[in-house]
């Protein structure tokens, strides 16, 4: 799968995490351009940024990204949930969507997306 120049948004409130997120998809070939930890940051960029793929994390301080992703949905903008709170959890609107535990290596990174992008 050539993901070379795809764009990619992540939501993430843990900075550390945010970062080596970051990374992990540098080093897979896509283009991160932007990372935000909040989840007001988060709606105002994606009701109109020009992205291929999202990384969302479930719980932004005590918020759950699942409005994120609904505009996300609409947009038709594929997108992954990452939790370190389990893999259940999930409404049952976004039960089949593609979900990574935390914490997670580059390969299962890597086989998410790809779930995501066959959605």
């Known amino acids: 799968m050539n993901v070379s120049g795809m764009k990619v948004l992540v939501v993430e409130d843990e900075g550390l995490v945010a970062l080596m997120i970051e990374d992990m998809l540098e080093d897979l070939g896509f283009d991160v351009v932007a990372s935000v ?6 709606r105002t960029i994606v009701a ?18 699942f409005s994120i992703a609904e ?19 999930l409404p049952d ?15 299962d990174l890597q086989e998410t997306i790809e779930a995501a992008l066959k959605l």
């Open 37 to 42: 930890s909040r989840l007001a940051d988060a």
């Open 71 to 89: 505009i996300l949905r609409k947009r038709q903008i594929p997108f992954i949930f990452s939790t370190g709170y389990g893999l259940s959890g």
């Open 48 to 65: 109109d940024a020009a992205v291929d793929l999202a990384v969302l994390d479930v719980n932004l301080a005590g918020e759950s990204s």
């Open 93 to 107: 609107e976004f039960a089949h969507q593609p979900l990574i535990g935390k914490p997670f290596s580059k390969k």
